[in-house]
């Protein structure tokens, strides 16, 4: 991001001779790739001096207004700053800038001598090609919050102002928009996602001496949610095409004390839901959605998070829809288990001081309530982003010896995660590195392998999820993903291969 000085604004609105064409490109370029900003301070002199000395170029000016980022002008000013004391107007532009990390673009000398984040114009293109060579990050999380940042900062501004910070209206108005989303009649924030399907648990009495069904090839959390609730999770391998739970191995893994299936819907596609359903309801069992990876993912039609008798959300920030801290969510249709589930996050307690239940402190906080309810409107288009990314990948490695992601004809995936395969994974993975390519292993050490599970006597029985863990490999894959790092990280996946 670039910050441009009330001068060179000036400059350019003006077509003062002797500016330079160059310094337009540099402007056209910013405002082409959304990078070109201005501080909420440098509004009022821009207008006025123009409007003054330069009517004639004051409309194409608030033209160009409405196509600039403007950055807050952060509160905290020190006077005794050395850049305060030369130049007050240039310190808070300096300080608009820090707060996001961009550089000030200018021609004022002492701008340029008093602070390490103005550059000469002469100087772009050169720090913009260094920008480019850079490392491929796996998750841009920086990237993505700087493109709302407005919409996040009057989130913040609402939340402080209301002078409510637990349980307030930020989270009630959340989770009735989350709700909605998901097409459940409610919603429930809580602490974070793995709390999410412990409370479910807990509210459905299920606990010491029961057993729940888990998928083999998971994240732990999945697991440590039936450990928290005193119940004992049970592994099922998964289906090799997609990673997600079998439904044809769930049966032979039941027992007389099997109480309920936790399906995940690994990656961002969801689980095959029917089948496990179907089984469910034959025997009684409740079916316990984890969708932390898969916010807006659909099965048949219908969205996550209103499959089974409950699911659990994560908002961890490199989630689909990712808080700017942690957070969770229960969504669900029974109206009997979402009232326990309220009690149980807030100290067992639905009246305050009157504590019915041995409850938990699990609230989703208020400030990342209001900041999920500004990114849950850019959900969708951020989900179709990855959908695209995913879509180029296939096109441009379909021709290789790489497993690529196979898409049951049921489902439309978020692609949380892009997940390939390959016999050399780790050389693989070694070779990108080396290139300035980040990818990520999910996950290296199955859940029956962690020390955690010592106790665990599945070790050498899951075969195939130890065979999936040795050979995936997760590519970058987030909204802002462009088409050349995507064609780069191909070209040196198609190197490696030959």
């Not at 000013?77 to 050395?82: H, I």
């Not at 459940?184 to 399907?197: E, F, K, P, Q, S």
């Not at 969205?303 to 969504?331: E, I, M, Q, W």
Request: proline share 3%; charged share 25%; glycine share 6%.
């Amino acid at each position: 991001m670039y910050l441009f000085d009330n001068n060179f604004i000036i400059d350019i609105v003006s077509k003062r001779k002797g500016v330079s064409e160059y310094y337009f490109d540099i402007l056209v370029y910013c405002l082409k790739n959304e990078m070109a900003c201005i501080a909420a301070s440098q509004l009022h002199n821009l207008r006025y001096v123009i409007k003054r000395n330069y009517a004639e170029y004051y409309e194409e000016y608030l033209a160009l207004e409405k196509r600039l980022r403007i950055l807050k002008t952060p509160s905290c000013v020190d006077f005794e700053n050395k850049m305060a004391q030369a130049d007050m107007e240039d310190y808070l532009i300096d300080l608009s800038a820090r707060a996001v990390g961009a550089n000030i673009v200018t021609l004022d000398g002492q701008f340029l001598a008093l602070s390490d984040k103005a550059i000469h114009p002469e100087e772009f293109y050169a720090l913009e090609e260094k920008a480019d060579t850079a490392t491929i990050s796996f998750l841009d999380i920086k990237q993505i919050t700087l493109k709302h940042l407005n919409g996040i900062e009057q989130a913040f501004d609402r939340t402080i102002d209301s002078g409510s910070f637990i349980l307030g209206s930020e989270v009630k108005a959340f989770e009735q928009e989350f709700a909605e989303y998901c097409g459940t009649r409610h919603c429930i924030g809580v602490g974070n996602g793995l709390d999410a399907l412990h409370l479910i648990l807990r509210a459905m009495d299920i606990g010491e001496g029961d057993e729940v069904i888990v998928p083999s090839n998971t994240f732990i959390a999945t697991w440590l949610a039936a450990s928290h609730a005193g119940a004992t999770p049970v592994p099922v391998e998964p289906d090799e095409k997609t990673y997600n739970i079998d439904p044809n191995r769930i049966e032979a893994a039941m027992t007389e004390k099997t109480k309920a299936i936790m399906p995940v819907h690994l990656y961002g596609q969801p689980a095959d839901m029917d089948p496990i359903l179907e089984i469910a309801k034959r025997y009684g069992l409740k079916v316990i959605e984890d969708a932390a990876q898969a916010h807006g993912a659909r099965y048949k039609g219908k969205r996550t998070g209103g499959l089974g008798d409950a699911a659990g959300f994560s908002f961890y920030p490199g989630k689909n829809l990712g808080a700017l801290g942690d957070g969770g969510a229960v969504t669900t249709n029974d109206t009997a288990l979402a009232a326990r589930v309220r009690q149980l996050r807030n100290y067992g307690s639905k009246i305050k001081y009157l504590h019915e239940l041995k409850g938990f402190n699990s609230r989703l906080d208020e400030l990342q309530a209001a900041f999920l309810r500004e990114k849950l409107r850019h959900l969708d288009e951020w989900n179709e982003q990855r959908r695209s990314i995913a879509s180029q990948y296939e096109k441009l490695l379909q021709d290789t010896n790489i497993g690529l992601p196979f898409v049951h004809a049921d489902t439309i995936p978020v692609w949380h995660l892009y997940v390939i395969r390959h016999r050399e994974r780790d050389a693989l993975q070694q070779h990108l590195l080396h290139l300035g390519i980040e990818t990520l292993i999910h996950y290296p050490i199955p859940a029956h392998k962690q020390t955690a599970y010592r106790e665990s006597t599945f070790v050498d029985q899951m075969l195939l999820t130890q065979q999936i863990a040795d050979s995936i490999l997760s590519l970058p894959i987030y909204p802002g993903l462009d088409a050349e790092k995507i064609e780069a990280i191909s070209r040196a996946l198609h190197n490696y291969i030959g």
